[in-house]
T-cell receptor
Framework: AQKITQTQPGMFVQEKEAVTLDCTYD???????LFWYKQPSSGEMIFLIY??????QNATEGRYSLNFQKARKSANLVISASQLGDSAMYFC????????????????FGQGTILTVHP | DAGITQSPRHKVTETGTPVTLRCHQT?????MYWYRQDPGHGLRLIHY???????DKGEVSDGYSVSRSKTEDFLLTLESATSSQTSVYFC????????????FGPGTRLLVL
């Protein structure tokens, strides 16, 4: 069974500094996808970034980058130049992909990390 | 933004009553999902659908049933609500392809007294 672990219940960062949110995963599958979502206090789930298990480059989306270390089964989110609006809950999630390249898309989520950005 | 709406957005009900939550999408996507969010657990999959009338159970399906008679609508029913089903419920669409992103609706807050 797949499992996602986020070991940091809460993190604090100063505005304009970079912060890393940890995510480790456990799966026996060779093909899988890793996602990060942001949930602000308003409650919606916002997609941030995706990394495929066979992608050779680490994913980047603007100020977000994913530090993917396959051998260590980690997929940490790095937020550069933090902004006050980055204060939110962040979830790491994994999707199993079958050998045919498709799946039913089911996601397994970690418990989340609450990020607080201080001015 | 993906066209996903959920209704109702908030509901208070009593133990033992049936409750139906609706998810409506305008993206014509084949795959739809229901998750629940609880403190300390992140989001957990309740049921999912991979086409009209095609549904299957997720991780926490006990006490829930679903139906999908049209591509755009995915209904989640609590046959007899219990206090343990107090939660925030999210509908999602998409995500079947290798890198396809899954998009979420705004959520429904359900309180079972």
């Amino acid at each position: 069974a797949q499992k996602i672990t986020q070991t940091q219940p809460g993190m604090f960062v100063q505005e304009k500094e970079a912060v890393t949110l940890d995510c480790t995963y456990d799966t026996s599958d060779q093909s899988y996808g890793l996602f990060w979502y942001k949930q602000p206090s308003s409650g919606e789930m916002i997609f941030l970034i995706y990394q495929g298990s066979y992608d050779e480059q680490n994913a980047t989306e603007g100020r977000y980058s994913l530090n993917f270390q396959k051998a260590r089964k980690s997929a940490n989110l790095v937020i550069s130049a933090s902004q006050l609006g980055d204060s939110a809950m962040y979830f790491c999630a994994m999707r199993e992909v079958n050998a045919g390249g498709t799946s039913y898309g089911k996601l397994t989520f970690g418990q989340g990390t609450i990020l607080t950005v201080h001015p | 933004d993906a066209g996903i709406t959920q209704s109702p957005r908030h509901k208070v009900t009593e133990t033992g009553t049936p409750v139906t939550l609706r998810c409506h999408q305008t993206e014509n996507h084949r795959y739809m999902y229901w998750y629940r969010q609880d403190p300390g657990h992140g989001l957990r999959l309740i049921h999912y659908s991979y086409g009209v009338k095609d549904t299957d159970k997720g991780e926490v399906s006990d006490g829930y049933s679903v139906s999908r008679s049209k591509t755009e609508d995915f209904l989640l029913t609590l046959e007899s609500a219990t206090s343990s089903q107090t939660s925030v419920y999210f509908c999602a669409i998409g995500g079947s392809g290798r890198s396809e992103t899954q998009y979420f609706g705004p959520g429904t807050r359900l309180l079972v007294l």
